[in-house]
Structure formats: C-alpha cells, structure tokens
C-alpha cells in the first residue's frame, strides 16, 4: 500500500502470541451472543442524528443568523458537532466497522470530506501509519507537533518547550484549522506523511480531494461571508473551528501521551520492537471515562482506545463488553493496563506528561 523512506520496524512474532489470544477469547464472546462486531442500530441511528444536526445548524447559522449571543453558542455546538462527527461516524466508518457493508463504510469515512478533510490522506495517516506504529518516534505522526511541542523523550528539545505545558492549549485549538488548510496541503505535495512516502493516489482521489478542498471553502467560507459580512463569518467560524479542534486534539492525546503510556524504540541493529504487537498497543495506550455512558456516547468510544487499537473493525458500540476481556487477559500475560476513572484525571495525566516532556534535564538529544 505504501512505499517507505525509512525502515520501519518490526514486531517480534510469539509462539505464545497475546493478540492470537485476544482474537480467540473476543471472538469467541462475540459468537456465543451471536454479535456482529460492526455497528448496530445504536450506531446509525446516532450517525443520522450527528450528520442532521450539523445541516440543520449550517444552515440556521448561515441562513437565518440568530443574534450575536445565540450565533456564538450554536457556533460552539457546531464546532461539537464537526468533533463528533469525527470521533462518532468518520473513525468507524475508515476503519470498516460502522457496518458489514463496504458502501456503508466508505459513507460513513467519507463524513470527513463533508468537514473538509482528505479521506485519502486521514487513512495513510491514521488507519496505516498511526495504527501500526502507535506511539514510536520518528514514524507515528500522531506524535509529530513540529518545533512547538516535544511529545516524546527522544525528540530534539528547544528552550520553548519549557513553556509548552502553560500554551499547549491554545496549540491544540488551532489543529482542525491547520489540518484543512495546511497539512492536508503538505502531505498532498510533498506525497509523505513524516517519514513515509505515500501510494500513489489514482486519478480518481486526486479529483476528490480538491472537490473537497473547493467545497469547504465554497460552504464554509465564500457562502458565510456573502451571507453574513466578513466580521460575523470571522467570529462564528473561528469559534467553532477552535472549539472542535481542543476537543479533536484533546481526545487523541488523552490516549497515548499521559504518565504511564510507553515510546518504546526498536533494538538496533535487528529494527526489532522489544514487544509483539498486541503487547506494544496496551503499553502505548490508555483508556479513560470508561465508566461514564455519555462520554462514551460523545467521543465514540475513544475512551475505550485499547480495544481500538487491538481491535480497529470491531465497533465501538462493543468495546464496554470486550474490555472486560481484555483486562482479564492483561491479569493473565502481566501486563499494566492504564485506565484513568474520568475525563479530568486523563487531562491532568496529559497535563503532567507534556510538563515532564518540557524539562530540559530530560531531553535525550
């Protein structure tokens, strides 16, 4: 699917495997209550209220503008809605979970074009890159903040850093903006996301990606401020594209950079990971809010990150049920399974890694 400018490393095969293991018990939990593991009703019935809302609140925002202080606080619903969108509909569907049927994926994944992003270029990222080399400097992107921020112990530290637990904040508003209007742009012409080259693209997605780019600009740009002046576009897209962008940011980060997730570094010269791969995504990764129904309803399950990552085409509507398998599993093959019991202790964890990350006696450059 891909062709590499480095060597990316490897995972050592187990006779003993943990993620054969894993496979066995969650499916065998699955056919004994007769589950299909992609979505259900519970699934599409959210997709259609998620995507009915966010039409029905485009078009009053742009359409029949309210006054000033309602504009502001549907704005911020809106940015909710792109947010949700993303975490809800988008990620099942780029990952073939949202339904058995194909078509019905590529529906679902390709939601992320109506918020202006490259299906093409979320899925080398994401679903490819990310998804296989979770958390190792120098491959998973995820990770990659450029100059402003260091988000892992082997990356370079700049005296800035030092700071970058008191404006990481406001960094992480600005993610939603700079991934339609720039990064999707970099990975396009310069055809590598980090340092992997992408597939070539057929013709067929070079044709989607600028209709989206020319769409998003022509909905959320051009036709806003013909209908609402400059000044008044100005504030209401910049509210809720900051707004979705913390809480896209905020998310992702709560799953791989907090206290107790690993950056392990493949043992040279073999470019071996010291783990299997099912081991290196529970190491990598942490789980938070599990307990609470509607931060599960919010963010697509992505509370639930460990069984994303062990189990990406399984829905997330399943992963309450399969962490209980996991978990046992975890008992069984010693190994830490990170949790946090809420959302702020998942932020503070976040909080205090990114301040750890900001010391300079740690840099290890």
């Given at each position: 699917m891909q062709t590499q400018t480095v060597a990316t490393p490897k995972f050592p095969i187990k006779t003993n495997s943990l993620h054969a293991e894993l496979k066995k018990r969650v499916k065998e939990y699955l056919d004994q209550h007769d589950i299909t593991s992609t979505g259900n009703y519970k699934l599409f019935s959210k997709a259609i209220l998620l995507m009915s809302l966010f039409v029905i609140c485009y078009v009053h925002l742009v359409f029949f503008t309210p006054p000033i202080i309602w504009a502001v606080l549907e704005s911020l619903f809106f940015g909710g809605l792109i947010a949700a969108i993303g975490f809800n509909v988008m990620h099942d569907g780029s990952h073939g979970s949202f339904s058995k049927y194909a078509w019905l994926n590529k529906l679902a994944s390709s939601s992320i074009s109506v918020l202006g992003a490259s299906r093409f270029m979320w899925g080398m990222k994401h679903v490819t890159i990310h998804h296989?080399?979770?958390?190792?400097?120098?491959?998973?992107?995820?990770?990659?903040?450029?100059?402003?921020?260091?988000?892992?112990p082997t990356q370079k530290y700049l005296g800035m850093h030092?700071?970058?637990?008191?404006?990481?904040?406001?960094?992480y508003m600005l993610l939603y903006i700079f991934w339609i209007f720039f990064a999707d742009y970099k990975k396009y012409f310069s055809k590598k996301i980090g340092s992997i080259t992408l597939s070539d693209m057929t013709l067929g997605e070079h044709i989607e990606f600028w209709a989206v780019k020319i769409y998003h600009v022509a909905a959320f740009v051009i036709i806003p401020i013909y209908m609402v002046g400059w000044l008044s576009w100005l504030v209401?897209?910049?509210?809720?594209?900051?707004?979705?962008?913390?809480?896209?940011?905020?998310v992702f980060q709560l799953a791989h950079t907090v206290e107790d997730t690993s950056f392990p570094l493949a043992i040279q010269p073999?470019?071996?990971?010291?783990?299997?791969?099912?081991?290196?995504?529970?190491?990598?990764?942490?789980?938070?809010?599990t307990k609470s129904k509607l931060v599960s309803w919010l963010v697509g399950g992505l509370n639930f990150q460990i069984e994303h990552h062990l189990f990406p085409k399984v829905s997330h509507v399943h992963y309450p049920a399969i962490s209980k398998i996991v978990k046992e599993a975890c008992a069984d093959f010693k190994l830490k399974y990170?949790?946090?019991?809420?959302?702020?202790?998942?932020?503070?964890?976040?909080?205090?890694?990114?301040?750890?990350?900001?010391?300079?006696?740690l840099a290890l450059n």
């Open positions: 296989t080399y979770t958390n190792i400097d120098g491959v998973d992107d995820d990770i990659e903040v450029g100059v402003f921020m260091r988000m892992a030092r700071f970058q637990h008191i404006y990481f904040w406001f960094l209401g897209f910049l509210v809720s594209t900051l707004f979705a962008g913390f809480i896209l940011s905020i073999e470019n071996k990971m010291p783990d299997e791969f099912a081991a290196h995504q529970i190491l990598t990764t942490a789980n938070f809010a990170i949790e946090y019991p809420t959302v702020l202790s998942a932020i503070k964890a976040h909080f205090n890694y990114v301040k750890l990350m900001s010391k300079p006696s």
